[in-house]
C-alpha cells in the first residue's frame, strides 16, 4: 500500500464538500418528486444514480484514510462523517424506491413535509461541510448545527403525528405498510442528518 507522508487536507475537504453537495441535490430531488408526482420511474432513476455517486465518494474517502499518513481530522472523526452522511443519502434513496415499488399514486402532505425537512437540513450540512477547512471558522459552524437539531425535532413531531393519522384514518391495512415503511426511511434521514451534526459540532469542539 502507498502512503502519502504529506497531509492531503484539502482533498478530505473537497471530497467532503463533494459529498455535502450530492445530498443537497439528492434532497432536492426527492422533494420535487413528491411535490410534483411525475415522471416517477425517471425521478427515483436519478435518485439511485446519485446514491451509487455517493458510495463511490465515500470509498474514496476511505481509501484516503489508508493511504493517508497524516489526516486533517482524527480517522474516527473523517469515517464516520463520511458513513453518517452516505446514510442520508441511502435513507434518501430507500424512501424513493418504496414509493416506486410500492406503486403510491399520489403523495401525502406529511411525506412532502418531512422531504422539505430534509432538505433543509441538507442545505444547513453543506453549509456547514464547506466550512470545516477554515479553522478559524469553525466555531460558526455551530448555528448551521443547531438547525439541524432544530428541523429534526420539527420532523419527529410530523412523522409521529402522521403515523398517528394513518391509524386514526381511513387508510387500508396494505396502504398503512406501504407508508409506514416510507415514513420510517424519511424519518431516519432525518435522524442521519442530526448524527452528521453531531460528528460535526464533535469536530468543532475538538479544533475551534
Not at 436519478?46 to 482524527?74: G, S
Not at 442520508?88 to 406529511?110: C, H, K, L, N, W
Not at 432544530?150 to 391509524?167: G, I, K, P, Q, V
Request: with cysteine.
Amino acid at each position: 500500500m502507498r502512503f502519502s507522508l504529506i497531509p492531503r487536507s484539502g482533498h478530505f475537504y473537497e471530497l467532503f464538500e463533494e459529498m455535502a453537495r450530492k445530498l443537497v441535490v439528492a434532497s432536492e430531488a426527492l422533494a420535487d418528486l413528491l411535490e410534483h408526482f411525475e415522471n416517477v420511474e425517471a425521478k427515483t432513476a436519478q435518485l439511485k444514480a446519485l446514491e451509487h455517486e455517493a458510495d463511490d465518494v465515500t470509498h474514496e474517502i476511505y481509501r484516503e484514510v489508508h493511504q493517508t499518513f497524516v489526516t486533517p481530522l482524527d480517522r474516527e472523526d473523517i469515517a464516520a462523517l463520511a458513513q453518517r452522511m452516505d446514510d442520508v443519502m441511502d435513507f434518501i434513496e430507500g424512501a424513493s424506491t418504496a414509493i416506486r415499488i410500492y406503486g403510491i399514486t399520489q403523495p401525502t402532505q406529511a411525506s412532502r413535509g418531512l422531504a422539505d425537512l430534509i432538505r433543509l437540513q441538507c442545505l444547513q450540512l453543506e453549509r456547514a461541510v464547506s466550512t470545516l477547512r477554515h479553522r478559524s471558522r469553525l466555531k460558526s459552524i455551530l448555528e448551521q448545527l443547531k438547525e439541524v437539531n432544530r428541523l429534526e425535532n420539527e420532523a419527529d413531531t410530523l412523522f409521529l403525528n402522521s403515523m398517528a393519522d394513518m391509524f386514526q384514518g381511513e387508510m387500508s391495512s396494505v396502504d398503512i405498510i406501504k407508508w409506514r415503511d416510507i415514513y420510517n426511511q424519511l424519518e431516519r434521514a432525518t435522524d442521519s442528518c442530526e448524527q452528521v451534526a453531531h460528528i460535526l459540532e464533535a469536530i468543532v469542539l475538538k479544533h475551534a
